[in-house]
């Protein structure tokens, strides 16, 4: 047996034993929308991540949401009236915040090509620069249109995010500029008429523990505040990046966001003197959406092969790759998964869940403990509203696509 | 320093050192066909991986193409008048074959709905069944729309395939119907009418030594033949699988087909009498069409950090996941690699070579050696002509998609 991972504890039965997402439950949301597979985005839990966030974090910090975690647009119109902003990585994204209320947006990515700074440039969104090479093209990009760019710098900082699933400092790095070339970066800007918007200094993702993120936002502000006097130059914004995580596996802890406000709050108040006016921000994707997702496929064969039992599911890795293991994980590990209608019930049997892929690498839950299923079932796999279905290979081996909804 | 994969020695430089691609240089096919990133599919070299299988097999061994590999339409119309038929993963793959002359086609897959079931029985195509349950699904949808279904059973082996990249056989599986259980099926289909059209029998994938192959194959028609004897009924047919594999890095040696051929012609020619009108197939994928497929994509950024030289382009892993480490494979290794128009030039310095996504999972080539590029130059990363393009994240951070092309 294999362990499974770990619930939302926001997720609760009906008075039948059957999970529900909002208000429904998840069988007669499946005919309501259907066919299955159907990504479930729960609002209310999303909702509840950002007052979370709001009543752990100083005020004046504001919130931004990452779009790559999740670009569905109704996802992205829920939570714009929540949110203080938007970073994308692509004029993609930006072009799926079209008719959205963004307040304000910052583009960072590491080989804009001209067509995307010049789209970004003309639509007055920020840019956060990765080198001076695409500090110079912004540059003579904004003069032939005549119009004033708002550019921000990406900071490569000489220290990384510990403990975090995914490192993006203290290394050499095709993100951002090196911090010690950062000062003169800031000059050109200013000297070149830009409107120079401040720093974006990411130091990686899906961090757990608290005393991680704590250093690292100290470390953040203490860098801008060095880079803002030796530019000579007091930062409108500094993005402190993001990198909260979420608990995927037996063994993960839920972050203390409590913990990372109170010591931010003082952090902030003891900061540089360069940074007094500065407007901080926190980016974040997976933490705000990544448990409010569900990914619902249904068993449709239950078979016993060689003593061991598979449900097979009209769904697979193309929707879901990072829960096959394929998607940035070294080792695979079980996603956290129920059968949908018996979701109190306590498990039964051990059985692999497969999605209906002709691959072996289609693999949902390898020899997992639970309730008796049987076919027409609909599997529920959580954690799955992060890098889920804009994370997967939608048309390997041409199978139907799943539809997302929004309750 | 990393070594690159291997380049496969069908691909040339013209008279200055530039890659061509049939006879394109590289970058006047991409002024042609542009804008980067591309997938080029060179169909001379699909053409000489048929005629050599043609030459090296048994003159009644039958070809067909995995549609899974790759379902670009021009690659399957060239296909089409070269090989014996098509075996599909999907009725998505089935829509894709439209309009195309395939003679036979077959289709597989772990978890068929009651409507690709029908779609695939109205249109008479041969359904591998994969399960008992699916039979009589099979059988009962037949009747009610009145046709002779065309049945033929897969077969859960009680061997693997050994050193394949995947293993499919001699385990536990969500694929085919354990072995001693098959002669029971294939007479149940017999008598409820059926047409049946035999086994299918896949071990795995992407091996490259000969004589695993060659005992996979024996062992193959051995029990084709008991199972037909069990069951008292020759197959009409019988598919051997494929596992042909092809060699990607260094170390990997190709695989010598003509002693796989030879032995076959042998195994053969001593089958079992139950064998003697069977019609043997061999499918493939990425043995026929991978090698053909280069992905192009063009230097946005050269960048350094800390020492550290980027080259960073337009394309990534939301065209090319594989190149990435992060399908299927265990530990990440590069992919065959080349600038373009330096094709003949020996290499110079150590680069690393991402794409333009916001993550640091978007690694196409870590610290490798090749000749200087520049912003503007093509990069071409090599075997991407099976399991690239439709086996990624294409909508990952909403990035322009890759064309292809068929030269």
């Excluded at 990384?160 to 951002?176: I, N, T, V």
């Excluded at 039964?348 to 209906?356: F, H, I, L, N, S």
């Excluded at 804009?390 to 799943?402: E, G, M, N, R, V």
């Amino acid at each position: 047996m294999k362990a499974a991972g770990l619930i939302p504890n926001d997720f609760h039965a009906d008075s039948d034993g059957a999970l529900t997402i909002g208000r429904w439950r998840v069988e007669a949301l499946a005919s309501e929308e259907g066919p299955t597979p159907i990504f479930a985005y729960d609002s209310a839990i999303v909702a509840a991540r950002i007052a979370r966030f709001r009543k752990a974090m100083p005020e004046d910090v504001a919130l931004h949401y990452a779009v790559k975690a999740n670009p569905f647009a109704p996802l992205l119109r829920f939570i714009a009236p929540l949110v203080d902003g938007f970073d994308i990585a692509s004029i993609g994204e930006l072009e799926r915040l079209h008719g959205v209320d963004t307040k304000a947006i910052s583009f960072a990515g590491p080989a804009k090509s001209d067509a995307a700074l010049e789209a970004a440039l003309c639509s007055g969104i920020t840019v956060n620069l990765e080198s001076e090479q695409e500090a110079e093209r912004a540059l003579a990009l904004a003069e032939r249109m005549s119009v004033r760019p708002s550019l921000a710098v990406r900071v490569n900082p000489p220290f990384g995010l510990k403990g975090a699933g995914m490192k993006m400092g203290g290394l050499a790095s095709p993100f951002g500029i090196d911090h010690d070339r950062v000062p003169a970066l800031v000059r050109r800007l200013i000297d070149a008429g830009a409107d120079w918007r401040g720093f974006h200094i990411f130091c990686g993702s899906q961090a757990l523990q608290a005393e991680a993120l704590i250093e690292t936002q100290r470390a953040t502000i203490a860098l801008a505040g060095e880079l803002a006097n030796e530019a000579a130059a007091s930062p409108p914004a500094v993005n402190l990046g993001g990198g909260f995580g979420i608990p995927y596996f037996p063994g993960d802890q839920p972050l203390d966001i409590e913990a990372v406000g109170a010591a931010l709050r003082e952090s902030l108040r003891d900061r540089p003197q360069q940074l007094e006016t500065t407007q901080f921000s926190i980016e974040l994707g997976r933490w705000l959406v990544g448990e409010a997702g569900v990914y619902l496929t249904r068993i449709v064969e239950r078979k016993v092969s060689r003593g061991r039992t598979f449900l097979i599911t009209d769904g697979g890795l193309h929707h879901m790759l990072a829960a096959s293991g394929n998607f940035g994980q070294l080792l695979r590990r079980n996603y956290p998964i129920a059968i949908a209608p018996k979701f109190s019930d306590e498990p039964e049997e051990e059985v692999t869940v497969t999605g209906c892929l002709c691959t072996p690498l289609d693999l949902l839950a390898d020899s997992v403990r639970l309730p008796r299923a049987d076919v027409g079932d609909i599997v529920a796999i959580f954690c799955a509203g992060a890098y889920g279905l804009s994370a997967s290979p939608i048309s390997f081996l041409s199978q139907p696509a799943a539809r997302e909804i929004l309750v």
